[in-house]
C-alpha cells in the first residue's frame, strides 16, 4: 500500500540540498551568504504544494506558528512601534527558515540528513580553527568569527559539540579515533578562548555527559582534555590582554546585576504581551549605570521574551523548549537501537539543551545567526519524528486492511 503521506517537492532535490548544506556552512562564516542561501531556500519552500506542505506540518510547526502569532500581537500592541517594528523584517527569515528546513529535511530523507549534520559539525571545527587563529594573530581579544562575536561564537560551538559527542567517528578507518578527538578539542579550545564562563561550563558539563553515557571513551577523554588545556594555555600565552583582565576582576559581572535589578523593576508592568519587541533602549531604566554602553538586551532570553511579549511570549516559547525535550526523550525510550539517527537525536538534545543553557546569560532569539540555527536543530528533530511515523503507518495500513 502506498503511503499517503510521504512529503514531495517540485523541484530537483539537489537543489535544497546544496542550499541547505550552504546555508549550514555559512552560518558562521558571512551574514551575508547566511541570509543569502537560507532566503533562497526559503522560496523554493514558498512555491511547493499547500498539499505537501500540510503534511510537513506537526507540534513543532505548531508551536512556532503559535510564538510568532503571540510575537505579533505584541508588536500590534507595542508600546514603542518604531522600536518593535523592525521585527516583522529581522525575523521573518527564522520563521521562514523553520518552515523549509523541517520540509525539505523531510523530503530529503535520512542518508541526506546524516550528511547535513556532518556538514554543521566539519563546519563548526573549521569555525573553531579560524577564531583560534583570529585569537592568536591578536586580531580579536576573546575568539571569535568573522562574522559575529565571542558570544555568538561560544554558544554556536556548544550546540556543534553536542552533536559532536553524540556522533561516532567511523571506526573503521585508520587514526579514526584520533582525529575525532583532536576536532573535539579544538572545538572545546575555541569556547575556552572566547571566555564566556557559562558557555565553558556549559561545555564541561557536554564533555561529562558524553562520559556518563558512554559516547566517549577514556582513552580519547585523556588526549582531548590535554589536546584543550595544551591548545588554549598556548592560545592565552599568546594574547594575554583579556585573560589578564579576568584575573585581575575575577568577580565582574558583565553588568549583569543592573540588568537584573531593572528586570525586578519592570517585572509587573504589561505582563500580558509586554512591551513589544526590540524595545530594551527605550524601557531599560538604569542605562546610566551601565558600564558597557554597547548593551542592547537583557542577556537572558527567557527574561527577554518575556519583557517583548508578555507571559503570552514566555509560555509558547516555553513550550517549544520543553516539547523538543519531552519528545526527545520520549523517541530516545521507544527506540533502543545503536542507529544514526538514534545518535542524531541524542546530539540534537544536547546542542538544543546546550544552547538554551546558554541563553540564561546571553540570548538567541535576536541574533540572526542564532535563531536560524534553533531552527535547524528543531527541525532535525521534526524530521527525524516524520521518519518514524512514515515507517510505522504502512504496517497500521496493512493490519487495518
Known amino acids: 500500500m502506498t ?98 528546513f523541517s520540509f525539505y529535511m523531510k523530503v530529503l530523507g535520512k542518508a541526506h540528513l546524516e550528511k547535513i549534520t556532518y556538514i554543521f559539525i566539519i563546519s563548526a571545527i573549521a569555525i573553531s580553527i579560524i577564531g583560534l587563529v583570529l585569537f592568536n594573530l591578536k586580531l580579536v581579544e576573546r575568539a571569535q568569527s568573522f562574522s559575529s562575536g565571542y558570544a555568538t561564537f561560544s554558544s554556536y560551538l556548544i550546540a556543534a559539540l553536542g552533536l559532536y559527542i553524540a556522533l561516532p567517528f567511523k571506526t573503521g578507518r585508520k587514526y579514526a579515533w584520533q582525529g575525532w578527538a583532536i576536532g573535539m578539542a579544538l572545538i572545546l579550545s575555541g569556547v575556552v578562548t572566547s571566555m564566556g564562563r557559562t558557555n565553558i561550563f556549559i561545555s564541561g558539563l557536554l564533555f561529562l555527559a558524553g562520559l556518563i553515557f558512554k559516547k566517549i571513551k577514556i582513552k580519547p577523554a585523556i588526549v582531548i582534555a590535554v589536546l584543550t588545556v595544551i591548545i588554549s594555555l598556548s592560545s592565552f600565552e599568546m ?64 527574561i527577554q521574551v518575556y519583557f517583548e511579549s508578555g507571559i503570552l511570549g514566555l509560555l509558547s516559547f516555553l513550550a517549544i523548549i520543553i516539547s523538543v525535550v519531552f519528545l526527545a526523550f520520549k523517541y530516545l525510550r521507544q527506540h533502543k537501537s545503536d542507529s544514526i539517527l538514534n545518535e542524531i537525536i541524542f546530539g540534537t538534545l544536547l546542542g538544543f539543551v546546550a544552547l538554551v543553557l546558554s541563553a540564561l546569560t546571553a540570548g538567541f532569539i535576536d541574533s540572526p545567526v542564532l535563531s536560524i540555527l534553533f531552527a535547524l536543530l528543531i527541525s532535525m528533530l521534526s524530521s527525524i519524528w516524520y521518519f518514524d511515523r512514515i515507517e510505522k503507518e504502512p504496517k497500521i495500513n496493512n493490519e487495518r486492511a
Open 3 to 100: 503511503n499517503q503521506n510521504i512529503i514531495t517537492t517540485r523541484f530537483d532535490v539537489r537543489i535544497p540540498f546544496f542550499l541547505l548544506a550552504a546555508t549550514v556552512c555559512s552560518l558562521m562564516l558571512s551574514l551575508f551568504l547566511l541570509q543569502l542561501f537560507a532566503g533562497l531556500l526559503s522560496i523554493l519552500w514558498l512555491f511547493e504544494s499547500m498539499e505537501n506542505k500540510k503534511k510537513a506540518f506537526d507540534i513543532f510547526t505548531l508551536l512556532i506558528v503559535i510564538f510568532g502569532f503571540v510575537r505579533i500581537l505584541s508588536i500590534v500592541f507595542s508600546q514603542f512601534p518604531s522600536d518593535s517594528v523592525q521585527s516583522y523584517y529581522k525575523d521573518a527569515l527564522f520563521y521562514l527558515s523553520f518552515f523549509s
Open 239 to 302: 594574547n594575554k590582554r583579556e585573560i589578564t583582565n579576568r584575573v585581575d576582576n575575577p568577580a565582574t559581572l558583565s553588568d549583569r546585576n543592573i540588568l537584573i535589578k531593572g528586570a525586578i523593576d519592570l517585572a509587573g508592568v504589561h505582563p500580558l504581551l509586554g512591551f513589544g519587541p526590540r524595545t530594551f533602549h527605550s524601557i531599560f531604566p538604569y542605562s546610566n549605570l551601565l558600564s558597557d554602553k554597547g548593551i542592547g538586551s537583557w542577556h537572558n532570553d527567557f
